[in-house]
């Protein structure tokens, strides 16, 4: 039975558009329609909801990765034929239900790394963004063409990719629509690393390891803080980390790491 279990977490079973591995602590959740670069359709948003809903209240789990099947795409965009059939209220609801999954996302009290080993383009873009923070393969390409089919970026893009690489060239990218390799993408911010393709996984697995080791509700509390001081002045921002950091003092896992410390040993974490 518990064979059986682990089998259908390494598949994904459930799944028609993902495949779920949990090797805890750590989830890897691989957006898999090769055959069509992983492009995001309706049923495809509605799997990553359920996968990260059912992930962030799963206690073995600490940090998930995020990535495409196959060796071309990390999510080459939206499905098209869907959005051919869409009119305006369909396109409303298409936007709602991709920005209502990025704020999911960002709002999971878990770690998101976005694994980038192909092309992340107009919404693969977008939810790349939303995650924590990507790394990329050297053969990644990434960027916002929605102009190119006379439309705009619709799961966040206008937003997000300001906040990331700045105004100016946010704009440079989103009026162009043109494409940018991975090294330009790490020289303006847009990802925070660039590793051979080869490497890839091995590194997230790597760096996912390293934040599993912290104490998950510290882990959790920054980045709530991180979130939420990119939505506020300064000053606001700052009385939250005052608060937060006062109500680090009652928790189980701030009396393990300082007594860890003391004792020059590791500290085992509980997440309390």
Not at 80 to 107: H, N, T, W
Not at 225 to 232: K, T, Y
Not at 245 to 269: H, I, T, Y
Request: proline letters at 4%; glycine letters at 12%; hydrophobic letters at 45%.
């Amino acid at each position: 039975m518990v064979e059986t279990l682990v089998e259908e977490h390494k598949t994904g079973a459930g799944y028609d558009n993902l495949k779920v591995e949990r090797d805890a602590p750590l989830a890897i959740v691989t957006i898999d329609r090769p055959k069509v670069l992983n492009a995001l359709n309706d049923d495809t948003i509605a799997e990553l909801s359920r996968a990260f809903g059912e992930l962030g209240v799963d206690d073995s789990i600490q940090v998930i990765i995020l990535t495409g099947g196959g060796e071309k795409a990390f999510v080459a965009g939206a499905d098209i034929v869907e959005l051919a059939r869409c009119d305006v209220q369909g396109g409303m609801a298409k936007s709602q239900r991709g920005m209502d999954l990025l704020f999911q996302m960002e709002s999971l009290p878990k770690p998101i790394i976005a694994a980038v080993n192909g092309f992340a383009l107009g919404g693969g873009c977008e939810i790349a963004m939303a995650c924590d923070f990507r790394i990329a393969s050297d053969k990644a390409r990434m960027g916002q063409p929605e102009v190119a089919l006379g439309l705009i970026p619709g799961y966040g893009g206008t937003q997000r990719l300001p906040r990331l690489v700045g105004a100016g060239m946010a704009r440079k990218l989103l009026y162009t629509g043109d494409p940018i390799k991975a090294d330009e993408a790490l020289r303006i911010g847009l990802v925070e690393e660039v590793v051979p393709a080869d490497q890839l996984m091995e590194r997230c697995r790597e760096l996912a390891a390293r934040i599993a080791s912290r104490g998950s509700l510290a882990i959790a509390t920054v980045k709530k803080a991180v979130l939420i001081g990119l939505n506020v002045d300064l000053p606001s921002g700052c009385a939250y980390e005052t608060t937060q950091f006062g109500a680090g003092f009652a928790s189980e896992d701030m009396k393990e790491g300082c007594a860890a410390f003391l004792e020059k040993r590791q500290p085992n974490f509980t997440g309390r």
